[in-house]
């Protein structure tokens, strides 16, 4: 099986800490030059050195914050003008929790550019770039929720739908040029993120977290969260050229928590 990633690109969003950071990792273990993109510099700084050099991989990283789509759109095309681009991944912290009834405009708002918009200027930047190099693959990182609805996160459930359906379209259109656009779809994994939704959680029912996780644990087959680097194994398999003709799809990697085929 060929999961060698030598010589190709990749820009990863989100990635100086959990699951961006992990999937870095494992693409970087896999020989690509891998370039993190977020907000935080110092945070970046960190994250790099992180990064697997044993192949003599180049590693590097962008400034620019999700909530500012022309900020990113900017900062991805001056680095594409430099440096081809092979594969994205799209990673986005979610919105708050909150019931749909209670959630404003503005909070549908800024998700869906955070999320949709921002994933449309970094696909529209790197694509050109892949087509030449009839190589390609945009993964998305998106949630669960777009197959069952996850209570209290109305606003995050809702705009990875549309995520979902923008990356399918995709999909269908760019395919014939070497190009797989695919969802990793994350169940409870242990990150701050699932840390802040336990805490919320059982500030809410007044009870110890203890009681949330075991609650939450219970109700996945395999009894226990994941872990990012699991996911990220998932997302380096659809980087690499062994995933040439997986294409369209979204994969839970939920320990097989969602409950549908």
């Known amino acids: 099986m060929n999961l060698s990633l030598e010589g190709r690109n990749a820009v990863i969003c ?7 950071l992990a999937i870095a990792e494992e693409l970087a273990l896999l020989g690509a ?3 993190l993109l977020a907000r935080n510099e110092e945070a970046l700084k960190t994250a790099v050195k992180k990064l697997d050099i044993a192949l003599r991989q180049q590693h590097g990283y962008l400034v620019a914050n999700f909530s500012k789509p022309e900020q990113v759109k900017q900062v991805i095309g001056q ?30 708002l800024q998700a869906f550019n955070q999320h949709l918009i921002v994933n449309q200027l970094l696909a529209q930047a790197v694509i050109p770039s892949m087509k030449q190099a009839a190589y390609g693959r945009i993964i998305n990182v998106i949630s669960t929720s777009i197959r069952i ?17 923008w990356s399918k379209v995709l999909a269908n259109e ?51 969260f994941g872990e990012a680097v699991e996911l990220a194994a998932v997302a380096a398999f659809l980087a690499s050229p062994a995933a040439s003709y997986v294409n369209g799809v979204s994969i839970p990697v939920d320990g097989g928590k969602t409950g549908t085929l």
């Open 79 to 108: 680095h594409v003008q430099q440096q081809p681009v092979h594969i994205l991944v799209n990673n986005t912290g979610g919105p708050p929790p909150g019931s749909v009834l209670d959630a404003t405009e503005e909070a549908f």
């Open 14 to 20: 989100g990635s100086t800490q959990g699951i961006g």
């Open 149 to 165: 609805p996850i209570t209290n996160l109305a606003v995050s459930g809702t705009v990875r739908g549309a995520v979902a359906m």
């Open 174 to 224: 760019v395919g014939q040029f070497n190009i797989t656009v695919n969802n990793i779809l994350p169940g409870l994994t242990k990150t701050q993120r699932l840390n802040s939704l336990i805490q919320n959680n059982a500030e809410k029912r007044n009870v110890s977290t203890d009681v949330i996780e075991q609650e939450m644990e219970s109700e996945i087959p395999m009894k226990r």
């Open 33 to 35: 030059n891998c370039t």
